[in-house]
């Protein structure tokens, strides 16, 4: 089974900062079958990135995805007030899914 | 526009069985070539995928949880379903419903709060 871990854990930075989250995986990972989630407090998890890079229907171009074999990165070019939340990210391997414990990013 | 949403009891007693169901509209389960999942998330804590039926029938559920748990599907319906038997409070979390494939889980229900306790 693949273990995905997510850092940092918490990161605060201030509206208009560039982040960059990460995420590493046990094994590598297929590029197919890598994703990211955004949770916002007392909301259902909403798909950001799948394949690694492409954006889900509606996502706004200021977020984009990275990566390949073992080490992925979600990255937010200019924060924006509505991007606190939680942050996850997820992949496939031999019939199995599995999420990383998330990042939580909060606004200054 | 494809909606699910999870459904059953939002208490438990431990040792007994959690069953949830996640009715299905916008689409036929049977037609497509989509898995349907369970995810769980526990109060204050991360995602954890519990287990996915396939439109076919076929299963693939997190090792920890395979012993006490069944997932499956109902075409006439339109619907899927879990059991997970002899919980404990460690079960007590959200339960999502979700549509999946080998790439992402894009379209999830509102999640439903499940409780074990006596």
């Known amino acids: 089974e693949i273990v995905l871990t997510q850092s940092p854990g918490i990161l605060s930075l201030s509206p208009g900062e560039r982040v960059t989250l990460s995420c590493r995986a046990s094994q590598s990972v297929s590029s197919s079958y890598l994703a990211w989630y955004q949770q916002k407090p007392g909301q259902t998890p909403r798909l950001l990135i799948y394949s690694v890079s492409t954006r889900a229907t509606g996502i706004p171009d200021r977020f984009s995805g990275s990566g390949s074999g073992t080490d992925f990165s979600l990255i937010i070019s200019r924060l924006e007030p509505e991007d606190s939340a939680v942050y996850y990210c997820q992949q496939y391997d031999s019939s199995l899914w599995t999420f990383g414990q998330g990042t939580k990013v909060e606004i200054k | 526009q494809l909606q699910l949403q999870e459904s059953g009891p939002g208490l438990v007693k431990p040792s007994e069985t959690l069953s949830l169901t996640c009715p299905v509209s916008g689409a036929s389960i049977s037609s497509t070539n989509y898995y349907w999942g369970w995810i769980r998330q526990p109060p204050g804590k991360g995602l954890e995928w519990i287990g996915s039926v396939f439109s076919s029938g076929s299963t693939s559920y997190n090792p920890p949880l395979k012993s006490r748990l069944t997932i499956s599907v109902d075409t006439s319906k339109n619907h899927f379903s879990l059991k997970l038997t002899s919980v404990t409070a460690a079960d007590t979390a959200v339960y999502y419903c979700?549509?999946?494939?080998?790439?992402?889980?894009?379209?999830w229900g509102q999640g439903t709060l499940v409780t074990v306790s006596s």
């Open positions: 979700a549509r999946h494939d080998y790439k992402a889980f894009d379209y």
